[in-house]
């Protein structure tokens, strides 16, 4: 276990609803990277937080959004639910922003119907 | 663009058999490639990670190469067990400290067999 927890594990939404997802970092660190992997490839940067500010975007659209606390932990939101946003959201937190080993959290599966 | 490619995208062999991933790169220049399991629907976990210098890593049974030449890596499995199935992904971090634009490769399945 990597001590990055995730929530919820699965979640079924439909088409044009929104949703959040939660990640919890390893104790002491600071940096959270999210990733969307869809079935049989690899992962997808969407965008990582360092200290409360967003540090680095992938090509995801804004309806894509995200945010960290003070305690680090930080939260997925996704808007306007399209079927191809169906995939495993991937957290990895990392102890600072700069290029450390990045330890991944279980996922949370996402159904879009 | 900055990609990874890996090789097979599939691959069965029976336990105890030794088997040999591939992954070739093409970002340039890099600070390290790593390569993680991820066992199917959890989180990629890390094997090994070699920075541009290193030529060889192992973890165990795992034993990763590199070549910064010709921007080639491998993973070889010894001795496979049943516990080794599971997609392998080689992931490259671009030199450029920010550790925030990982590339990924798609990811080799491997699916050991009594």
């Known amino acids: 276990e990597t001590g990055v927890t995730q929530s919820p594990t699965h979640l079924i939404k439909t088409r044009g609803q929104q949703v959040t997802l939660r990640c919890s970092s390893q104790?002491?660190?600071?940096?959270v990277s999210w990733y969307q992997q869809a079935l049989g490839q690899g992962p997808q940067f969407i965008f990582q937080y360092y200290r409360e500010e967003e540090n680095g975007r992938g090509n995801f659209p804004p309806r894509f959004s995200g945010l960290q606390f003070p305690n680090y932990s930080s939260e997925l939101n996704v808007n306007a639910l399209e079927l191809d946003d169906s995939a495993l959201y991937l957290c990895a937190s990392s102890p600072e922003a700069g290029d450390n080993e990045q330890f991944f959290g279980p996922g949370t599966r996402l159904t879009v119907l | 663009k900055n990609q990874v490619e890996q090789s097979p995208q599939s691959l069965i062999i029976l336990e105890g058999k030794n088997c040999t991933l591939q992954c070739n790169y093409t970002v340039s220049p890099f600070s390290n490639l790593r390569w993680y399991k991820q066992d199917t629907g959890r989180g990629p976990v890390s094997l090994t990670i070699m920075t541009f210098s290193e030529n060889t890593k192992s973890n165990g049974r795992y034993t990763a190469t590199l070549d910064a030449d010709t921007k080639q890596s491998s993973l070889h499995i010894t001795a496979s067990q049943l516990s080794d199935s599971a997609s392998y992904i080689c992931v490259v971090s671009p030199y450029n400290g920010a550790g925030n634009m990982l590339t990924f490769g798609g990811g080799t399945r491997l699916m050991v067999k009594p």
């Open positions: 104790s002491g660190h600071n940096t």
